[in-house]
């Protein structure tokens, strides 16, 4: 085939559990080229949460994602708590920790279940969905809601440890650890999916350096690269975690690496329960926070989760920008799809395991040529119009 | 054979509706069963028929820039060969309604029109992902059908006749003295429905539907119900010549839903094969243990 043949996947397409628009070009099945356009997904969060108080934020930041809500709520209370002077007692923050690694479970469990699918391994998909369910009745029992916990507050948490919760989450992680073990057993010995995995997507560390990629993507190539190792925050100073890393760099390696480090939250799960510290929940927050800025770091499951917060004395965010780990990860399918075929697509971009939504930030728009963008100036002028002919 | 039997033959038992309501009945079952093997709860008895009426009863939208009359025709095509394949079948365990010497060959040609159907719509619909599915599902055949042939020839050279209703009624439980051949046929039956792990011609995260991504409609539920029909004539073809041929209707029912139930957990325990994996597996092991089956076929003979 001489000349260009295009595959399009989205921004509808059935790989993609969000939209994201890919181009890909082949010769055959084979990948010459790739291209890639987002911002399908902005909602403007980031202008939103200038608009609202510190307390309200919360809520709305928590919403970027779906399935790693904890960590944005996280990553901002720290923040602003570092902005205010307030830090939160050692009881509040070891539950913190203990949501974003409940979160993490299933958070890994999820991707296990998509990637399987990719695959088209159904099977597995179906089994790890029902294990995740497990995780999923532990966080609402604790939280009371299933995704969007809501656990954090300026200055501490809402929801405490009881016995009874401590036993059922105690259960969910022994149950959990049994299956992990088999699903990681799976994945190494299964020819069928070690076949679609194995020497597919190899990253090497200097790519994974030159490319920034974030967390397990960047930990599957032999670059360590943790928060909650490099710069622990909330309770893992108290509780450290020991980073899993591997050098293969493929596909199987994400695999390993993902399930692997889940043994590591189990461990440090039932080391929290063991040995919470006890006393208050929350301490006092005022409601106007400091002027000045700070940037708040954590280990999303996905990766680095980056905020940047800024405070002009008042009782809102004169500045909130986020950076979700899918950015970072993204321009890595890009390079890694090359030479390889048309089905290896699904499987290297879930490798990174992306959340387009999560990642929008900006919408570039272009006309059906894909030339004429908008100017800020030009697209704000035909906002007022707009409105203005529908008052 | 009358005019009424000829149109009973062809309408109502073997060749129509029996074989309509049987195949879709076996999908049913294929769907229940791997649901249940993945820990779900599955589909309804009626769902294969209900989605059927639903895809009769909607309107088919034919893209610009498509030949309409290849692209309403060729399902019926696809359907038609199937059914017609039937006819040289011991559906239900009872004798074909026709035969000639000769007519497995026949038969296996108008089990493959199925494929090649499928593989001419998708270049047909002027879409990438169709045309895609299309290359893959000629790339397929080109795989599986020679060891997947080879593979029901064995029985006849056993039974020293090309006529299907003969071979079945030697009455020889061949999977004991062929099993190689007997594997590659249920293998090769999988590739021919394009069922996992050789569903990369349709493999929805890739390119969609494959060739049929455009396929809405009439034409949609025709290809289904083809498909379906030769879930029925695959396993019937297969009990026949390997586990000791189809003597009455419960001999039927027993031996094939045996076969389907190894061919929903096959379909359970594999992930999905790249098409490159699919054709050199092929190539590679398959068409070599046939020959290596064949080899002993010839020396068990001349001996």
Redesign the interface.
């Known amino acids: 085939m001489a000349e260009k043949f295009t595959i399009p996947i989205g921004p509808q397409h059935p790989a993609l559990k969000e939209p994201g628009h890919f181009e890909f070009m082949v010769d055959g099945e084979i990948i010459t080229g790739a291209s890639v356009r987002l911002g399908y997904v902005h909602r403007g969060i980031e202008k939103a949460a200038e608009g609202r108080n510190w307390t309200q934020d919360i809520y709305l930041l928590e919403r970027i994602c779906g399935i790693c809500s904890h960590v944005h709520a996280l990553a901002f209370c720290l923040g602003v708590e570092q902005l205010a002077g307030v830090s939160a007692p050692p009881r509040a923050q070891a539950i913190r920790v203990l949501i974003a690694e409940l979160e993490r479970i299933h958070s890994h469990f999820l991707w296990l279940g998509v990637a399987a699918h990719e695959a088209g391994f159904d099977t597995l998909f179906m089994y790890a969905w029902r294990d995740r369910e497990t995780v999923m009745d532990a966080l609402e029992t604790f939280t009371g809601n299933r995704v969007n916990y809501s656990a954090n507050l300026l200055g501490g948490v809402k929801c405490d440890v009881t016995p009874g919760i401590a036993s059922q989450i105690y259960r969910a992680v022994d149950n959990l650890e049994e299956r992990t073990r088999h699903y990681l057993n799976v994945i190494t010995s299964d020819d069928s999916l070690a076949e679609r995995t194995r020497g597919v997507g190899v990253m090497t560390p200097e790519q994974a350096d030159q490319l920034g990629v974030m967390g397990p993507t960047a930990r599957a190539s032999g670059v360590m690269r943790d928060i909650r190792v490099v710069a622990p925050y909330a309770a893992y100073t108290d509780f450290p975690i020991q980073p899993v890393t591997e050098t293969a760099g493929d596909l199987q390696a994400r695999f390993i690496v993902r399930l692997s480090e889940l043994f590591e939250s189990y461990r440090l799960i039932r080391s929290i329960l063991d040995h919470l510290p006890a006393g208050d929940l929350k301490t006092r927050m005022p409601r106007r926070v400091k002027a000045g800025e700070t940037i708040s770091r954590v280990e999303a499951p996905r990766g680095e989760l980056f905020y940047f917060i800024r405070s002009n004395g008042t009782d809102m965010p004169d500045r909130v920008k986020v950076r979700t780990p899918t950015l970072c990860n993204l321009a890595s399918v890009l390079t890694l799809v090359i030479g390889r075929q048309i089905a290896d697509i699904p499987m290297i971009l879930v490798g990174i395991d992306p959340c387009f939504s999560c990642n929008d930030r900006a919408v570039s728009l272009v006309d059906n040529k894909g030339e004429r963008r908008w100017t800020w100036e030009a697209l704000r002028q035909y906002g007022i119009d707009y409105y203005r002919r529908w008052r | 054979m009358t005019l009424l039997q000829m149109l009973i033959a062809l309408l109502i038992f073997p060749g129509g509706l029996f074989v309509l309501v049987n195949g879709l009945a076996y999908q049913w079952a294929r769907r229940k069963l791997i649901a249940r093997?993945?820990?779900?709860i599955g589909p309804r008895w009626f769902q294969p028929l209900a989605d059927t009426i639903k895809l009769m009863a909607k309107e088919q939208i034919i893209p610009d820039g498509v030949n309409a009359l290849l692209f309403t025709g060729l399902p019926v095509l696809a359907l038609t060969g199937a059914l017609t394949a039937v006819l040289y079948l011991p559906i239900a365990g009872l004798p074909s309604s026709a035969s000639f010497p000769g007519d497995l060959i026949v038969t296996l040609y108008l089990l493959s029109l199925l494929t090649i159907c499928t593989s001419l719509v998708g270049l047909n619909s002027n879409d990438?992902?169709s045309v895609?599915g299309a290359l893959r599902t000629l790339t397929q055949l080109f795989a599986y059908e020679a060891p997947f042939m080879l593979a029901l020839l064995g029985p006849a050279v056993v039974a020293r006749s090309w006529e299907i209703s003969q071979i079945a009624s030697s009455w020889n439980w061949l999977i004991v003295t062929q099993p190689i051949g007997f594997g590659i046929a249920m293998i090769g039956l999988m590739g021919k429905l394009e069922l996992?792990?050789f569903?990369?011609p349709e493999?929805?995260?890739?390119?969609?539907a494959g060739a049929l991504t455009e396929y809405s409609g009439r034409g949609l539920a025709l290809f289904h119900l083809a498909r379906a029909v030769e879930l029925v004539a695959g396993l019937t073809l297969i009990a026949a010549f390997y586990l000791g041929g189809l003597s009455n209707p419960l001999d039927y029912l027993l031996k094939t839903l045996l076969l389907l139930v190894a061919l929903a957990s096959i379909q359970?325990?594999?992930?999905?094969?790249?098409?490159?994996?699919t054709v050199g597996g092929w190539w590679r092991y398959g068409v070599l243990l046939m020959l290596a089956q064949w080899l002993v076929i010839m020396l068990g003979r001349t001996l």
């Open positions: 093997l993945q820990n779900r990438r992902f895609m996992p792990p569903d990369a493999a929805e995260t890739e390119i969609v359970t325990l594999l992930a999905r094969l790249r098409i490159t994996q």
